[in-house]
């Protein structure tokens, strides 16, 4: 039988992954593709940390160039993350015309052009299915069989860490920063928690959805992003009471000419599929002309689930490279020529549902200003909870809001704050009622 | 640009609806493909009926052999139904070298084997995402991008009439035939809902999604397959007092050198993900060595979202197409002669809990006999309810069974059936509490 070389660059955690993949499923790999994959080379500096997985005598080195320049090697999985010197290493892979197979999505939302038009240019794939999502084949889905597809709207739930701590949140009425702590403890948020909580990650993730499903480029600086470290167990709950979870959600939409994208905290009916999405699971919603909502779940991170996908792309590279077809399918599901440049649409022009808690001192006539302001910017409130009731101490007062423009909402805020009369920054949740 | 010629065998309702994606999306899916999909020839005895869509002079005939021998198609689409003449007509594309694409899950069920070995020796895929869960990319994803897993077990709500069904039943309280007849009025039952209700179409994705995860062939025939048609309201609102929702659930599970492959009326926790899956809504949940658990859902019927599966499809058979790579992909995710032969456990051999509704005189003594047989089978209960007290009235009594073995739990109603208590046949649902 013959074989297809693989090389992989990063061997932490998911590249230990990878090499588990291999070694234990190699028959039914083989039987797929008539063919064996053959891991021929591992670079990363560190090449002495036993990773609990053994290797032929060799196939460990700190040097990523001869893996690079390797001439037997015709896929080369990058695993390092980060911007370089990942950029540098797979814009080499792809002039020395390897296939390259990546998870690193903070890369190709940030150098994604450069590096896809290198790879059209040189006739090889990139392939990023374990980027987003980590297990769940929601890339190949959108590219290959839900191809005939033109998407008016997605939303995903895509960051396991933030999923985690707002489940953990709702089930144990928890605040934010004793549940971050203890899912550091557990392994599940990372030391450092800021790409994840502050939702940069899902961020980058959304902009290659966004690019996938509706053949756009997306600057990613452009996308709205705010996180959720400033909700808090009392949020949950009175979104529980109003029938909402809430979740940090990625929304890209269609919209005539613009394009919605942002990434924020958001309450969403309780009986709405996503709802049910909890813990480190990840779930994308997809809306196609045709297909209908599509959703795809499974785990969005961790060792297994994500050397799932990145070989599910090996095994797409291999079949490319056994029929010797170079680009079978583009990057982003059409060539980078054809892809259209969709503006994002401003969050002021927005027009969604809104939660605003105010923290006041409960005096009288206060909640009969903030009332008023929201009223002279045609802000139609649909309910109002003000739940403790403590003479001259501060205390939380909560409006739903009817559907409202952004900046109605924003220029409604900036005059309430000028009234002095809320003791803390007051908390804006947009509330998404009409999700496909 | 350069054209990939299709014919379409079957202009009904999904034949209309593949017509209508590859109109209105044509631009996309040349942006995919980078070569036009051309529709030549439409084969179909009725060449009359306007079914709303504008087609070219010409393009509609009644004679199958003109489309079948027309050497410029290299892809044809099979959306006759039925085992003949479909059979005989996609073994003759096979023969002159086309790709096919097909819905046809009876036809694959029952002749897959003959059908893949031809398309094997004829080097053209087979390719029938459309046959299981509608517009869902489940078999896709299967072969590929979870390509490197080996599957333990995998769950289906399949069949969108029975789910419909049951979704109403359980909110409205209504009972079987009136939900049915509804349902027909509104389309979502045949006239004659036999396949749907009594579980046979269920079965035959079942046997599809088996062989495909688990790398084996299956005779149809020996798939255990209950349909819903015995369950009353008053079972559901049981299910919902216990804590589960009932479902038409297709299980199969690998154990050992066995495989359960089952159809029937299942009770799973509410909780449960595939709980949430109501309506025409279908869904498959797969659980991986490596990917862990991944669930796909999505319309698993209706026009437009089988068209999108079907022109899905046709994307990657062009792409085959253009590359003349022949086979990408076995069929079945494994070449025919890879596929081992499972065998598949006894119903008898099944361990799991039970409902078990009886129907009796509510005389003194009756609990006492049935839990007399129940206990001498071995058979532990976890909770039993009489709810409705009419002295020597036929009243139900509903059981719930820890984990036993069905052949027990026959036992047990058999003897049970002896004693002359019940004065209808025993109800028997089975519980799955232990799904991935």
Redesign the interface.
């Given at each position: 039988m013959q074989s297809t070389k693989v090389g992989l660059l990063g061997f932490g955690t998911i590249g230990t992954?990878v090499v588990?993949?291999l070694q234990?499923?190699q028959d039914?790999?083989a039987?797929?593709l008539?063919n064996n994959i053959e891991l021929v080379r591992i670079a990363d500096l560190d090449t002495t940390t036993d990773r609990g997985v053994k290797l032929d005598a060799g196939l460990l080195t700190d040097d990523a160039q001869a893996l690079l320049n390797d001439p037997e090697i015709q896929i080369v999985i990058e695993l390092i993350g980060g911007y370089e010197p990942a950029r540098t290493f797979v814009l080499q892979a792809i002039r020395n015309g390897k296939h390259v197979v990546t998870a690193n999505k903070a890369l190709l939302a940030m150098h994604g052009e450069e590096i896809f038009r290198a790879a059209e240019e040189s006739g090889v794939n990139v392939l990023f299915?374990a980027a987003v999502g980590g297990?769940?084949?929601v890339i190949?889905?959108i590219?290959?069989?839900?191809?005939?597809?033109?998407f008016s709207a997605l939303y995903g739930i895509l960051n396991g860490t933030c999923n985690y701590i707002l489940s953990r949140m709702d089930e144990e009425g928890a605040d934010f920063s004793e549940v971050l702590t203890d899912a550091q403890k557990q392994g599940f948020a990372e030391a450092d928690p800021t790409f994840d909580i502050e939702g940069v990650d899902t961020a980058h993730k959304l902009a290659l959805l966004i690019s996938l499903c509706f053949?756009t480029k997306v600057d990613f600086d452009k996308i709205y992003t705010e996180g959720i470290s400033k909700v808090t167990a009392l949020d949950i709950e009175y979104a529980r009471d109003f029938g909402y979870k809430l979740k940090l959600l990625a929304i890209g939409k269609r919209d005539g000419e613009q394009i919605e994208a942002r990434v924020h905290p958001t309450m969403i009916p309780k009986?709405y599929?996503l709802s049910?999405i909890s813990g480190v699971f990840n779930s994308v919603r997809m809306v196609?002309?045709?297909?209908?909502?599509?959703?795809?779940?499974?785990?969005g991170a961790?060792m297994?689930?994500t050397?799932?996908?990145v070989?599910?792309?090996?095994?797409?590279a291999a079949?490319d490279q056994q029929?010797n077809?170079g680009i079978?399918?583009?990057s982003l599901?059409?060539?980078q020529a054809?892809l259209t440049s969709y503006t994002i649409k401003p969050m002021e022009q927005i027009v969604t549902s809104y939660y605003l808690r105010f923290t006041v001192k409960d005096n009288p006539g206060v909640l009969a200003q903030i009332a008023g302001a929201l009223g002279k910017y045609e802000i139609s409130i649909e309910s109002m909870v003000q739940p403790h009731r403590h003479e001259a101490e501060a205390v939380p007062i909560v409006f739903m809001t009817h559907e409202a423009e952004e900046r109605n909402v924003s220029a409604a805020l900036a005059e309430i704050d000028q009234l002095g009369v809320t003791q803390e920054e007051t908390l804006l949740i947009r509330v998404e009622e009409n999700l496909e």
């Open positions: 992954g588990r993949v234990q499923n039914l790999l039987c797929r008539g299915e297990g769940i084949p190949s889905a590219k290959e069989n839900l191809g005939a597809n033109n053949g009986d599929p049910a196609g002309d045709f297909s209908g909502p599509v959703m795809l779940s499974g785990y961790g297994d689930a050397a799932s996908a070989i599910g792309d090996v095994i797409a079949r029929s077809i079978r399918s583009p599901g059409c060539p054809k």
